[in-house]
Protein backbone atom coordinates (compact mmCIF):
# COMPACT_ATOMS: atom_id res chain seq x y z
CA UNK A 1 0.00 0.00 0.00
CA UNK A 2 1.17 3.68 -1.19
CA UNK A 3 2.49 5.43 2.22
CA UNK A 4 3.84 8.94 3.29
CA UNK A 5 5.24 9.08 6.69
CA UNK A 6 6.29 12.60 7.97
CA UNK A 7 8.42 13.16 11.20
CA UNK A 8 8.39 14.63 13.47
CA UNK A 9 4.91 15.19 14.45
CA UNK A 10 5.64 18.38 16.19
CA UNK A 11 8.70 20.84 16.32
CA UNK A 12 9.30 23.88 18.30
CA UNK A 13 11.57 26.24 17.35
CA UNK A 14 13.08 29.84 18.27
CA UNK A 15 12.86 32.44 15.97
CA UNK A 16 15.93 32.22 13.86
CA UNK A 17 16.81 28.32 14.69
CA UNK A 18 17.10 26.31 10.97
CA UNK A 19 15.61 23.34 10.64
CA UNK A 20 14.29 20.60 8.59
CA UNK A 21 10.71 18.49 8.28
CA UNK A 22 11.09 15.43 6.18
CA UNK A 23 8.50 13.20 3.98
CA UNK A 24 9.42 9.32 3.17
CA UNK A 25 7.42 7.50 1.23
CA UNK A 26 6.92 4.37 -0.62
CA UNK A 27 9.02 3.53 -3.15
CA UNK A 28 6.08 2.57 -6.23
CA UNK A 29 6.12 4.72 -9.14
CA UNK A 30 6.01 8.19 -7.90
CA UNK A 31 4.76 11.10 -10.13
CA UNK A 32 5.64 14.23 -8.07
CA UNK A 33 5.46 15.29 -4.66
CA UNK A 34 3.98 17.99 -2.99
CA UNK A 35 4.56 20.21 0.00
CA UNK A 36 1.27 22.30 1.31
CA UNK A 37 1.06 25.00 4.13
CA UNK A 38 -2.07 24.64 6.59
CA UNK A 39 -3.30 27.37 9.11
CA UNK A 40 -5.47 26.07 11.82
CA UNK A 41 -8.98 25.84 10.69
CA UNK A 42 -8.19 26.57 7.24
CA UNK A 43 -7.60 24.36 3.98
CA UNK A 44 -3.94 23.70 2.93
CA UNK A 45 -2.04 26.33 0.84
CA UNK A 46 0.10 24.71 -2.07
CA UNK A 47 4.10 25.34 -1.69
CA UNK A 48 6.41 23.43 -3.81
CA UNK A 49 5.93 20.59 -6.55
CA UNK A 50 8.92 17.67 -6.65
CA UNK A 51 9.43 15.10 -9.81
CA UNK A 52 12.73 14.38 -9.75
CA UNK A 53 15.86 12.79 -7.40
CA UNK A 54 17.96 15.87 -7.11
CA UNK A 55 15.42 18.75 -7.39
CA UNK A 56 14.87 21.50 -5.09
CA UNK A 57 12.95 24.86 -4.83
CA UNK A 58 13.02 27.75 -2.67
CA UNK A 59 10.58 30.36 -1.46
CA UNK A 60 11.62 32.73 0.88
CA UNK A 61 12.44 31.17 4.08
CA UNK A 62 11.40 27.69 2.65
CA UNK A 63 13.38 25.29 0.51
CA UNK A 64 12.29 21.57 -0.62
CA UNK A 65 14.47 19.04 -1.88
CA UNK A 66 13.89 15.35 -3.07
CA UNK A 67 15.96 12.28 -2.93
CA UNK A 68 14.86 8.32 -4.69
CA UNK A 69 13.21 7.50 -0.62
CA UNK A 70 12.05 10.93 1.30
CA UNK A 71 11.44 14.85 1.15
CA UNK A 72 13.15 17.24 3.07
CA UNK A 73 11.41 20.82 4.07
CA UNK A 74 13.94 22.97 5.00
CA UNK A 75 13.53 26.32 7.25
CA UNK A 76 15.95 29.05 7.11
CA UNK A 77 15.46 31.58 9.85
CA UNK A 78 12.35 30.98 10.49
CA UNK A 79 9.60 33.89 11.85
CA UNK A 80 6.39 33.08 14.50
CA UNK A 81 4.16 33.63 10.88
CA UNK A 82 6.14 30.14 9.71
CA UNK A 83 3.97 28.68 12.66
CA UNK A 84 1.41 26.38 10.67
CA UNK A 85 1.00 22.86 9.93
CA UNK A 86 3.23 21.34 6.97
CA UNK A 87 1.72 18.35 4.75
CA UNK A 88 3.68 16.33 2.59
CA UNK A 89 1.76 14.77 -0.73
CA UNK A 90 2.94 12.27 -3.04
CA UNK A 91 0.75 11.20 -6.74
CA UNK A 92 1.08 7.31 -7.27
CA UNK A 93 0.26 7.80 -10.50
CA UNK A 94 -3.33 8.41 -9.93
CA UNK A 95 -6.05 11.14 -10.02
CA UNK A 96 -5.18 11.28 -5.44
CA UNK A 97 -2.78 12.84 -3.66
CA UNK A 98 -1.97 10.58 -0.78
CA UNK A 99 -1.18 12.96 2.41
CA UNK A 100 1.34 12.17 5.04
CA UNK A 101 0.01 13.11 8.65
CA UNK A 102 2.12 16.71 8.65
CA UNK A 103 4.79 18.58 10.84
CA UNK A 104 2.79 21.05 13.39
CA UNK A 105 5.44 23.99 13.22
CA UNK A 106 5.72 26.30 16.41
CA UNK A 107 8.46 29.35 15.87
CA UNK A 108 8.30 30.85 19.18
CA UNK A 109 9.16 34.85 19.13
CA UNK B 1 -9.56 35.19 -10.74
CA UNK B 2 -11.59 33.84 -7.91
CA UNK B 3 -10.70 30.88 -5.28
CA UNK B 4 -12.46 27.85 -3.98
CA UNK B 5 -15.28 28.66 -2.06
CA UNK B 6 -17.09 26.26 0.32
CA UNK B 7 -20.52 25.87 2.03
CA UNK B 8 -21.44 26.00 4.77
CA UNK B 9 -18.30 26.74 6.58
CA UNK B 10 -19.71 24.70 9.74
CA UNK B 11 -23.03 22.75 10.29
CA UNK B 12 -24.07 20.06 13.04
CA UNK B 13 -26.16 16.47 12.35
CA UNK B 14 -27.42 13.76 14.04
CA UNK B 15 -26.19 11.03 13.42
CA UNK B 16 -28.59 9.09 10.39
CA UNK B 17 -29.32 12.34 8.77
CA UNK B 18 -27.85 13.44 5.13
CA UNK B 19 -25.61 16.48 4.49
CA UNK B 20 -25.28 17.98 0.86
CA UNK B 21 -21.60 19.99 1.00
CA UNK B 22 -21.07 22.66 -2.00
CA UNK B 23 -17.82 23.54 -3.43
CA UNK B 24 -17.17 26.75 -6.33
CA UNK B 25 -14.19 26.19 -7.96
CA UNK B 26 -11.59 28.26 -8.74
CA UNK B 27 -12.11 29.98 -12.15
CA UNK B 28 -10.38 27.76 -14.89
CA UNK B 29 -10.41 24.98 -13.10
CA UNK B 30 -12.15 21.66 -14.61
CA UNK B 31 -11.38 19.44 -12.12
CA UNK B 32 -12.63 18.83 -8.64
CA UNK B 33 -11.34 16.79 -5.85
CA UNK B 34 -13.14 15.96 -2.30
CA UNK B 35 -10.64 15.22 0.23
CA UNK B 36 -12.10 14.28 4.57
CA UNK B 37 -9.94 15.51 6.94
CA UNK B 38 -10.10 14.24 10.82
CA UNK B 39 -8.57 16.21 13.34
CA UNK B 40 -5.11 15.76 13.24
CA UNK B 41 -4.67 13.80 10.38
CA UNK B 42 -4.23 14.31 6.81
CA UNK B 43 -6.93 14.76 4.00
CA UNK B 44 -7.94 11.68 2.57
CA UNK B 45 -9.47 11.25 -0.65
CA UNK B 46 -12.89 10.55 -1.35
CA UNK B 47 -13.37 10.87 -4.89
CA UNK B 48 -13.00 13.38 -8.06
CA UNK B 49 -14.75 15.20 -10.78
CA UNK B 50 -13.50 15.79 -14.44
CA UNK B 51 -16.36 17.18 -16.96
CA UNK B 52 -19.56 15.98 -14.60
CA UNK B 53 -18.05 12.33 -14.20
CA UNK B 54 -16.50 10.78 -11.40
CA UNK B 55 -12.74 10.03 -12.26
CA UNK B 56 -11.31 7.89 -9.27
CA UNK B 57 -12.92 7.02 -6.02
CA UNK B 58 -11.60 6.41 -2.70
CA UNK B 59 -11.99 3.98 0.30
CA UNK B 60 -15.40 5.22 1.18
CA UNK B 61 -18.85 3.90 1.13
CA UNK B 62 -20.92 4.57 -1.43
CA UNK B 63 -22.94 6.83 1.00
CA UNK B 64 -20.45 9.33 -0.11
CA UNK B 65 -21.53 10.74 -3.79
CA UNK B 66 -21.20 13.77 -5.31
CA UNK B 67 -21.90 15.86 -8.41
CA UNK B 68 -20.16 18.16 -10.68
CA UNK B 69 -22.22 20.96 -12.86
CA UNK B 70 -21.49 22.60 -15.94
CA UNK B 71 -20.12 25.29 -14.27
CA UNK B 72 -17.23 23.15 -12.84
CA UNK B 73 -19.03 23.68 -8.81
CA UNK B 74 -19.88 20.55 -6.67
CA UNK B 75 -21.85 18.89 -4.16
CA UNK B 76 -20.80 16.36 -1.72
CA UNK B 77 -23.41 14.44 -0.27
CA UNK B 78 -23.20 12.13 2.89
CA UNK B 79 -26.57 9.68 3.77
CA UNK B 80 -27.05 7.84 6.89
CA UNK B 81 -24.76 10.36 9.23
CA UNK B 82 -22.74 8.27 11.67
CA UNK B 83 -20.14 9.69 14.59
CA UNK B 84 -16.80 8.91 12.67
CA UNK B 85 -18.07 11.35 9.47
CA UNK B 86 -16.96 14.39 12.03
CA UNK B 87 -14.59 16.27 10.03
CA UNK B 88 -13.59 18.87 8.04
CA UNK B 89 -14.35 18.42 4.37
CA UNK B 90 -11.90 19.82 1.99
CA UNK B 91 -12.89 20.90 -1.81
CA UNK B 92 -10.00 21.34 -4.26
CA UNK B 93 -9.92 22.19 -7.95
CA UNK B 94 -7.19 21.81 -10.16
CA UNK B 95 -6.51 21.81 -13.72
CA UNK B 96 -6.46 18.05 -16.08
CA UNK B 97 -2.54 17.10 -15.71
CA UNK B 98 -2.04 19.25 -12.89
CA UNK B 99 -1.32 15.84 -10.69
CA UNK B 100 -0.75 17.61 -7.91
CA UNK B 101 -1.27 21.56 -7.88
CA UNK B 102 -4.43 21.42 -5.80
CA UNK B 103 -6.41 24.86 -5.00
CA UNK B 104 -8.17 24.22 -1.90
CA UNK B 105 -11.49 25.76 -0.32
CA UNK B 106 -10.93 26.77 3.36
CA UNK B 107 -13.32 23.24 4.15
CA UNK B 108 -16.62 22.62 5.91
CA UNK B 109 -16.60 21.63 9.51
CA UNK B 110 -19.18 18.90 10.16
CA UNK B 111 -20.18 17.52 13.22
CA UNK B 112 -22.32 14.70 14.07
CA UNK B 113 -23.92 14.38 17.16
Known amino acids: EDQVTQSPEALRLQEGESSSLNCSYTVSGLRGLFWYRQDPGKGPEFLFTLYSAGEEKEKERLKATLTKKESFLHITAPKPEDSATYLCAVNFGNEKLTFGTGTRLTIIP | ETGVTQSPTHLIKTRGQQVTLRCSSQ?????VSWYQQALGQGPQFIFQYYREEENGRGNFPPRFSGLQFPNYSSELNVNALELDDSALYLCASSLTGSSGELFFGEGSRLTVL
Open chain 2, 27 to 31: SGHNT
